[in-house]
């Protein structure tokens, strides 16, 4: 597609509810990224993955946080058990190659509110 | 680990005036990369500038410049001839890694809000 889409746009969920947030990155683009950004703040790195492998999960909070990519392409980030403390806008970059420019895609992010 | 520091949470600048926001970062790192990221009200994630830390020179996009201080670990944002547009939180950000392998990975400042009067 023109650019990173994600879905949901917005999530409202109970604690304890598991949910999915999903990432389409722009065609063609190698490496994907997860982000998460409380109000306020900037965002911090969760996770990353190059093809269908992921590198680097050393932002993941907990093993609640889980992420995929199996075909190379679109990727979920999946949280289980959700906690109030989860709520924020989950953000998801693409980049041509993580090893080149450096410059990062950003969707419109996933909001999520855990009641 | 890098840490990004942007010390001035709020800054305000008339129409058609220059601003400099500051960004200092800690790395022990020789080759990286530093960011402006532009977030509007929109809450989109956009790139203003990119500085790669080899390059002595200081980027220019238009309006846009960097006085890059590598020794004093300074980055900071010149926006010119401001305008209303420009309004919004602005980031600064690290990304570094061995073999070119992490820089997608950045680390972000706190922010600092811009607001441009008429």
């Known amino acids: 597609g023109a650019g990173v889409s994600q879905s949901p746009r917005y999530k409202v969920t109970k604690r304890g509810q598991d949910v999915a947030l999903r990432c389409d990155p722009i065609?063609?683009?190698?490496?994907l990224y997860w982000y998460r950004q409380a109000l306020g703040q900037g965002p911090e790195f969760l996770t990353y993955?190059?093809?269908?492998?992921?590198?680097?999960k050393s932002g993941l909070p907990n093993d609640r946080f889980s992420a995929e990519r199996p075909e190379g392409s679109i990727s979920t980030l999946t949280i289980q058990r959700t906690e109030q403390r989860d709520s924020a806008m989950y953000r998801c970059?693409?980049?041509?190659?993580?090893?080149?420019?450096?410059?990062?895609?950003f969707g419109e992010g996933s909001r999520l509110t855990v009641l | 680990a890098q840490t990004v520091t942007q010390s001035q949470p709020e800054m305000s600048v008339q129409e058609a005036e220059t601003v400099t926001l500051s960004c200092t970062y800690d790395?022990?790192?020789?080759?990286?990369?530093l960011f402006w990221y532009k977030q509007p009200p929109s809450r989109q994630m956009i790139l203003v500038i990119r500085?790669?830390?080899?390059?002595?020179q200081n980027a220019t996009e238009n309006r846009f410049s960097v006085n890059f201080q590598k020794a004093a670990k300074s980055f900071s944002l010149k926006i010119s001839d401001s305008q209303l547009g420009d309004t919004a939180m602005y980031f600064c950000?690290?990304?570094?890694?061995?073999?070119?392998?992490?820089?997608?990975?950045?680390?972000f400042g706190q922010g600092t809000i811009l607001t441009v009067h008429p």
């Open positions: 970059a693409s980049s041509l190659k993580g090893g080149g420019t450096g410059e990062l895609f």
């Open positions: 065609s063609g683009h190698v490496s």
């Open positions: 993955f190059n093809y269908e492998a992921q590198q680097d």
């Open positions: 790395t022990s790192e020789s080759n990286y990369y």
């Open positions: 500085q790669e830390a080899y390059k002595q």
């Open positions: 950000a690290f990304a570094g890694g061995a073999g070119g392998t992490s820089y997608g990975k950045l680390t």
